[in-house]
């Protein structure tokens, strides 16, 4: 997968930039607009809000922001609020930007796939 859609969020007087990834633009623009009715796992791939390892800007390796940013960050450290929260006020909140997305190990989700698996060859000695 090369080319991906991002929901992008950014807090108020931050570089950061908070990441989600759809799987089914017409389904989030659906959702949306207020078709209440879709679950957000018809049309989110993967319910883990990513940024990149700089912080800043949506470009770089991403990864994966822990429970304690997320509770931070998005709702002023109330320990009741979880990662399915922010995914909702990012996709509410956030812009759609199309791009290449493959640079990043997180477009990875399926390691048992054979994505990324690393074979060792051994010693050829012998032969």
């Known amino acids: 997968m090369s080319a991906a859609t991002a929901i992008i969020w950014s807090p108020e ?16 623009e659906r959702w949306k607009n207020g078709a209440t009715d879709i679950a957000l796992s018809r049309f989110v791939g993967s319910f883990t809000v990513l940024k990149t390892s700089t912080s800043v800007g949506h470009t770089g390796n991403l990864g994966e922001v822990s429970k304690q940013e997320i509770q931070n960050v998005f709702f002023g450290g109330d320990k009741n609020k979880h990662a399915e929260d922010a995914i909702e006020v990012i996709l509410k909140e956030g812009k759609v930007h199309k791009g290449d997305y493959s640079h990043s190990y997180k477009l990875t989700l399926n390691a048992g796939r054979g994505a990324g698996v690393v074979k060792g060859q051994g010693n050829q000695q012998g032969r």
């Open 13 to 28: 007087n931050s570089q950061e930039e908070f990441i989600v990834f759809v799987d089914d633009v017409a389904e989030y």
